[in-house]
C-alpha cells in the first residue's frame, strides 16, 4: 500500500489549480517555470514541436498576452500579423533590438534630440562593440539618400517621433520609403504618442519600441517596454537575444500594463485636449519665449504632425525667459503639478530638461538640439485643466 504523504510533504506539495470557470480578468501568471504532464511533452516544448510554456524568462502566459494584445494594437488596421516582445525597460526594448540586429561595424543613423538615455546608450555603450552612431537631421532627405547611397554599413534608422523634449517630429513615410530603397532597417520609438496617435507600422516602419513605463501603463506603476515587428525573419533572433539577455519583463508589470491600455484611447484624447489648451495659455505669457507644441499651428513641426498623428498628444515644452536659477525657482514654485522625472501619467508631471533627463548629454549637442537650460518640459495630465493652468499661472507670476 502506498505510502500516506506526510503532513511536511502536504505543505511543500505544489496543489493542481482549482479554476473551474475561465476567469473575466486577465490572471497574473506568478511562476518561475511550468510543469510537464511528462517528459515527452517537455521535450516537444523544449524542441519547438508543440508551443508551451517552460521558464518565465522564455515566456509566460500574462507576459505573451499582453505583450500579442500591444502588437494588435499598433498593427491595427494594417493587415500586418505583428508580434511583440515585453522587456524589464524602454532602454531595454532598445538594447535588445540593436543586440539582436546589429553588429561590430554597423552604423545606426539618428537624430540629435532622442531621449537623453537613448543617446547615452548609442554614444557610450553601443560604441564600445564597435557599432556607430551617426547624427544628422532626419528631415534633411537629400543628405539621408546621401549618406544610404556611400556609407554600406549603416543598417538601421533609429527615429523618435516627436523628439523628447523639443516636439520635432521626423516623416516617418519618407523615411521608411528610402531605407526600404536601400535595405537599411527602421525602428520607431512611439513612446510619445502611442499606437492611438500614430502607427509607425502603417507608415513603413520595420519596428517600433515604446517605454510601456508612460502612456501604455499611463499610471506610473511599473517599469517596462515592449519591441513590437511584423517581419518573420526577425522574430527568432529577437526572441533568441532577449531570453539569453534575461532582460524580460515580469508578470506583474505585464498585469499593470494590461490594465493600462484598457483607458489609453480616452486618456489620450483628454490628455491631446489639455495639452492643446495649456499650449495656448503659455504661447500667450509674458515670460515665455518659446511653447513646443506640435497642434500649434506655427510649430516648425506642425505639417509633419498633422500628416502622421491622428491627435498632437500630451506632452509640450516651453521656454522661460531666464537664467537656471529663474526657472528651476518657477517650478519649485508648482503646488499642484508634480516635479517627477516620467510622463504619460494620467496626473501633470513637470521636468527640468537639462538637469535630469538630458544632464549627461553634451551641453553642445543638447543646444543645438533646443534644449536650453530655460526648456520646462510638461506631461499633461488628465485632470480638469483650469488646476494645471492655474498652478502654472501662479508658480510663473
Ligand atoms: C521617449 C523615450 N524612450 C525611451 C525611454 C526609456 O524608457 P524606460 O525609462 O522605460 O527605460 C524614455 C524614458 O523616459 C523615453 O522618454
Known amino acids: 500500500m502506498a505510502r500516506k504523504l506526510s503532513l511536511q510533504s502536504l505543505c511543500v506539495k505544489e496543489y493542481k489549480d482549482n479554476k473551474s470557470t475561465k476567469p473575466h480578468q486577465l490572471p497574473i501568471y506568478a511562476t ?42 499598433e498593427a491595427y488596421g494594417t493587415g500586418l500579423q505583428a508580434y511583440g516582445f515585453l522587456t524589464s525597460s524602454g532602454m531595454a526594448a532598445i538594447s535588445i533590438l540593436i543586440t539582436a540586429l546589429l553588429k561590430t561595424g554597423d552604423c545606426i543613423f539618428t537624430q540629435g534630440d532622442l531621449y537623453g538615455g537613448t543617446t547615452e546608450l548609442f554614444h557610450k555603450v553601443f ?95 511599473s517599469i517596462s517596454g515592449v519591441i513590437i515587428g511584423h517581419e518573420e525573419k526577425y522574430k527568432k533572433q529577437i526572441w533568441s537575444t532577449l531570453k539569453l539577455v534575461g532582460a524580460t519583463c515580469n508578470a506583474w508589470d505585464a498585469w499593470l500594463i494590461n490594465n493600462g491600455i484598457k483607458t489609453l484611447g480616452l486618456r489620450m484624447k483628454k490628455h491631446s485636449e489639455n495639452a492643446m489648451q495649456l499650449a495656448v495659455y503659455l504661447t500667450k505669457h509674458a515670460k515665455v519665449k518659446k511653447v513646443n507644441y506640435n497642434g500649434l499651428p506655427d510649430h516648425s513641426s506642425h505639417h509633419i504632425a498633422k500628416k502622421q498623428m491622428k491627435d498632437f498628444g500630451g506632452m509640450l515644452s516651453f521656454e522661460i525667459d531666464g537664467n537656471t536659477k529663474q526657472v528651476l525657482a518657477v517650478i519649485n514654485k508648482l503646488k499642484f503639478c508634480a516635479m517627477a522625472p516620467t510622463l504619460g501619467d494620467v496626473d501633470t508631471l513637470v521636468l527640468h530638461p537639462a538637469t535630469s533627463s538630458h544632464l549627461n548629454v553634451d551641453k553642445l549637442i543638447r543646444e543645438e538640439n533646443g534644449i536650453t537650460d530655460g526648456l520646462v518640459r510638461i506631461s499633461v495630465g488628465i485632470e480638469e485643466i483650469e488646476d494645471i493652468i492655474q498652478d502654472l499661472d501662479q508658480a510663473l507670476t
Not at 131 to 155: F, G, P, S, V
Open 32 to 73: 518561475s517555470s511550468f510543469d510537464f504532464e511528462n517528459m515527452e511533452e517537455g521535450i516537444d516544448i523544449f524542441t519547438g514541436k508543440t508551443e508551451g510554456h517552460v521558464y518565465s524568462r522564455y515566456g509566460n502566459p500574462t507576459i505573451d498576452t499582453v505583450s500579442q494584445k500591444l502588437a494588435d494594437i
Open 127 to 221: 560604441s564600445r562593440s564597435g557599432i556607430q552612431t551617426i547624427i544628422a537631421d532626419l528631415n534633411d532627405m537629400d543628405h539621408l539618400e546621401y549618406e544610404l547611397q556611400t556609407n554600406r554599413n549603416i543598417k538601421m534608422i533609429y527615429i523618435e517621433t516627436p523628439a523628447n523634449p523639443t516636439m520635432r517630429c521626423v516623416d516617418i513615410h519618407a523615411i521608411t520609403k528610402l531605407a526600404r530603397k536601400y535595405g537599411v532597417l527602421t525602428c520607431v520609438d512611439n513612446t510619445f504618442c502611442t499606437p492611438i496617435i500614430q502607427q509607425p507600422l502603417a507608415l513603413g516602419a520595420d519596428f517600433v519600441i515604446h517605454s510601456t513605463t508612460k502612456y501604455l501603463n499611463g499610471h506610473g506603476n
